[in-house]
């Protein structure tokens, strides 16, 4: 059991007030708040520590390159990785990009295929249809079964000796759904297909083992995990990154430079041009130790919990119909859902009167927004400090939205 | 709860000059069409003007969208139903979300403008 109370307390923003109301966060998909830990040790970093790293022999230089390679360490090994496996990058999308033009713009010949699928965030969607677009792949789209989850018999059915990469989400920033990565991963080496994971979604809620589900490369946000913006990770096997050529190009990531050629730096460093977010990877490193004192088989169960509540509570709502599974079996705390004749965005309005703040719109999902006939939707997801009075808060917002409405 | 004010509300539930907007040009007239989509709401508008002597003899729009946007395109079709062409092309953003009598965040912009943003398009 989380103490919800106790850990309230280590988050300063949670103490404002919104629209003269208590702050009910329920946008952690989009975005989690930051406990103390970590805005003090970005803070402190700049404080104390700030230097280039690997640039300079002085020794706030040296701290600071070992401060950051210490961050790397704590970090892989939070996902099951190891240091060397680890490249930090912006964000989720910034890794998947990564991947697409630095492994399989390398790797993938005219005519190979990748796999994904219509549930897609659209950052594990537009980087590899530009790809396929640019190096004639062919982008293969698995679809959607009945209760939101991925169609595991089509996707079965499109894995084929042609598909070279899979492309796959771990838990949907939409309807909550976690796929089944370990049994996708089994199928895809049938046919030495690679399997990219974008783990947004899982990395901050579950415990997530990226050798044990034996995985190519996993990417991840930090903001969604505790951590500061403008900082998240990709994970790749190293039999991968010696296929891999750079994604930028620049300072950091060379051996040798002459005029007119240059030489890359050996293991993650040739991914990481330019100076990078050390304030971030510090930040990062203290909510990955927030999150592992917890326990991340607590955050799941807790959220779990939070799911099952407001899954009942939501059955209040008279022409409320949740997108997604119904059950707290394989999914997360994400809950979308729509409202009989009331538009996503008017519901989000009114419940941010009410200080409570949820998301509203296509949840960069459009394609399965489409496949499902949905315009927008409205969705609550649950981090660490949610606890049931934040759904009673959500459950009352709702009820004055249909006063509103109706 | 300022922004779902009555009126707004009103206009939402019993939205004015909306239905199809397959109008037919008799003697003397033109119709004009355009449609218009706010993706990141999902919201569709479509506007059909039927001008006559220079002015907006007839309006129509239909579509699917928020209180605020389709709110705001009712009241900007009873706005500019008779007016002159050019009257109609002159009003700006501000005009219209003034229109509304609400505090629009930076968010619901492009939802009250939405209207706006067909019927210039529409216009020719
Ligand atoms: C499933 C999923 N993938 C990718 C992303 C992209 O994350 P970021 O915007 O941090 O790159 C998100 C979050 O927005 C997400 O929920």
């Known amino acids: ?406 | 709860m300022d922004i779902y004010r009555e009126e707004i509300l009103d206009h939402y539930k019993n939205p004015r000059n909306f239905g199809p907007t397959s109008l037919k040009a008799s003697r003397g007239e033109r119709v004009f069409k355009a449609r218009e989509t706010n993706a990141s709401c999902g919201d569709v508008m479509e506007m059909a003007v039927v001008l006559k002597g220079g002015r907006l003899s007839a309006i129509k729009f239909e579509g699917e969208g928020c209180a605020v946007s389709m709110a705001a395109a009712s009241m900007l079709t009873e706005k500019v139903k008779g007016k002159k062409v050019a009257e109609a092309e002159k009003m700006t953003d501000d005009e219209m979300i003034g229109l509304l009598k609400i505090e629009v965040g930076p968010t619901r912009r492009k939802c009250a403008t939405l209207g706006l943003v067909c019927l210039r398009k529409a216009l020719p």
């Not at chain 1, 796999?115 to 640019?134: C, F, G």
């Not at chain 1, 991925?150 to 899979?166: E, G, H, I, S, Y």
């Not at chain 1, 979308?336 to 009331?342: A, D, I, L, R, T």
């Not at chain 1, 008017?346 to 459009?366: F, K, N, P, Y």
Request: charged residues 25%.
């Open chain 1, 1 to 406: 059991m989380l103490d919800v109370n106790k850990i309230k307390k280590d988050f300063p923003i949670l103490s404002r007030k919104v629209n003269g109301k208590r702050l009910v966060y329920l946008d952690n998909a989009a975005t989690s708040q930051k406990p103390k830990a970590v805005i003090e040790a970005e803070v402190e970093f700049y404080r104390r520590h700030n230097a280039n790293v690997h640039r300079g022999l002085h020794s706030l230089s040296e701290a600071a390159t070992v401060i950051y390679e210490e961050a790397r360490k704590t970090v892989a090994g939070f996902i099951g990785g190891e240091a060397d496996e680890l490249v930090f990058v912006r964000n989720a999308t910034e890794g998947l990009n990564l991947v697409a033009w630095a492994w399989a713009a390398a790797s993938l010949k005219r005519g190979d295929e990748i796999l994904t699928s219509v549930i897609e965030h659209h950052s594990n969607l537009i980087p590899w249809q530009r790809l396929s677009r640019a190096k004639g792949l062919k982008l293969v789209v698995a679809g959607v079964a009945e209760n939101g989850v991925l169609d595991m018999a089509d996707f079965a059915n499109k894995l084929t000796r042609k598909t070279k990469l899979v492309a796959i989400g771990h838990m949907s920033n939409t309807t909550g759904a976690i796929n089944p990565v370990a049994k996708i991963v089994k199928m895809a080496k049938r046919v030495r297909a690679r399997v990219a994971v974008d783990a947004a979604q899982s990395v901050p809620h579950l415990k997530v083992n990226f050798k044990d589900l034996g995985v190519d490369f996993l990417a991840f946000s930090g903001h969604k995990m505790l951590g500061p913006m403008g900082i998240g990770g990709v994970l790749i096997k190293k039999e991968r990154q010696e296929e891999m050529e750079p994604f930028l190009t620049g300072g950091g990531m060379i051996s040798e430079v002459w005029p007119q050629r240059a030489t890359w730096a050996a293991g993650v460093e040739k991914f990481e041009a330019g100076t990078p977010n050390v304030a971030g990877a510090v930040g990062l490193a203290a909510a990955v130790e927030y999150l592992t004192k917890l326990g991340m088989a607590r955050v799941y169960e807790h959220e779990k919990k939070m799911v099952a509540y407001a899954l009942k509570r939501l059955g209040e709502i008279e022409g409320l119909r949740v997108i997604g599974p119904k059950t707290t079996e394989s999914r997360g705390g994400v809950i979308s859902f729509v409202m009989e004749g009331v538009h996503a965005h008017d519901i989000a309005q009114v419940l941010s009167s009410e200080g409570v703040a949820v998301r509203s719109g296509h949840h960069c999902t459009m394609p399965l927004h489409k496949r499902l006939k949905l315009a927008a939707t409205t969705r609550a997801s649950f981090y660490i400090y949610n606890d049931k009075k934040d759904v009673d808060a959500l459950i009352d917002g709702l009820k004055k939205v249909k006063n509103v409405f109706t």
